[in-house]
């Protein structure tokens, strides 16, 4: 078993630098628009010959009501309608995209997000993935990882029924936070009750995993109210937790312009509110995963986090980073192979390409060799806490020290401070390191010192 984390202060105020979350490497920031359709369909070919399993990403933008803190791609409307002509060019891409892949391809994994998913109506749902299984191989055996993101004001005891009809077993519950003061301020207003009645079906349900999504950081948040918060959702005894870090970016995100900084806590506020997350979590038997998130000691991922075998994609961390993802709707992102691309994130757009019987594909980036190398490294180092050079040598065909010398003083400054464990074989992220794991993985990122670090999260 891993060991549990150490807090270390010092550290911590040393390492938390602003940088990518390494959903993918290259980030994509790196996306540039020379890569087209042209280069998707190619891929697609290739994952056809291959053999690949499928992970798909459903994106539904829609949602009745702006949270203020919201950075995702989303339409904010109370029109129903709305959704229906996006469906029918959702739909014509699921069937442009498939033409492409080979039916025995299986999809193992299967994710709405958003938005708000269960925004569709029930007829919707049912229609979207019917026209899904029409074209893609989905399991019907309940042996698939098929989660969707719930917004507890949007669903109920008969949306939960349809979705384990459909064949989701897993749902992602968006919370954030339970104090009534923080709620107004993020115009989320969602109650326990409601909440746990969610969760109270997808048990009855046999759903196979619950995840709760919360944020720390947040308008009028301070260190008690957000461990009663805590409390209270370890009383529901989720499977996985999600701890975020709020990013107040108002010049990008134009709803986080309603925010009032003034009420935002303080950074050493939101350093204590993390401590005692983290203690409170480790206390009720869950494990830190990595990058804000933690699990019961037998869910999937710290299974395969003891077996070495956890990875992360644009989905986040997965037991299924071997298989080609594929985005579909207004902003996803598809990882095909050594592709990556990405569906014009502008709601016309992407309808008028579809209605025009193109893909919506408006840029990406294929991975040269050196990418290759390094999305191998920041992999190991983000899902084990564990780099082990004779491996890389032999996949890459490469002296580890000699390709990344220039690296050596900083990781030695590293394993100085503490973070790390570095010899002739191997780095080893220490218990004090691991929340600041994304600052490791920083220092093998060879597009990172021409970034603008203001695109980025804070790593604590």
Known sequence: MLDAIRWDTDLIRRYDLAGPRYTSYPTAVQFNSQVGTFDLFHALRDSRKAQRPLSLYVHVPFCANIC???????????????????????????????????????VEQLHFGGGTPTFLSHDELRQLMAHLRKHFNLLDDDSGDYGIEIDPREADWSTMGLLRELGFNRVSIGLQDLDPAVQRAVNRLQSLEETRAVIDAARTLQFRSINIDLIYGLPRQTPDNFARTVEEVINLQPDRLSVFNYAHLPERFLPQRRINSNELPTPAQKLEMLQRTIEQLTAAGYRYIGMDHFALPDDELAIAQEESTL??????????????????????????????????????????????????????????????????????????????????????????????GELWPQLHDMAKDGLIELDSERITVLPAGRLLVRSVCMVFDAYLEHHNRQRFSRVI
Request: charged content about 20%; overall charge negative.
């Open 68 to 106: 203020y803190y919201c950075a995702c791609n989303k339409v904010i409307t109370k029109d129903r309608g709305r959704a229906l002509p996006y469906l029918q060019r959702l739909e014509q891409e699921i069937q442009l995209i498939a033409c492409h892949l080979d039916p025995a391809q299986t």
């Open 311 to 404: 990875q992360r994609n644009f989905q986040g961390y997965t037991t299924h980073g071997h298989c080609d993802l594929i985005g579909l709707g207004v902003s996803a992102i598809s990882q095909i192979g050594d592709l990556y691309c990405q569906n014009s994130s502008d709601l016309n757009q992407y309808q008028n390409a579809l209605a025009s019987s193109q893909l919506a594909t408006s840029r990406g980036l294929l991975c040269n060799a050196d990418d290759r190398l390094r999305r191998a490294v920041i992999q190991q180092l983000i899902c084990t806490f564990n780099l082990e050079f004779a491996q890389i040598e032999r996949d890459f065909n490469i002296d580890f020290q000699g390709y990344f």
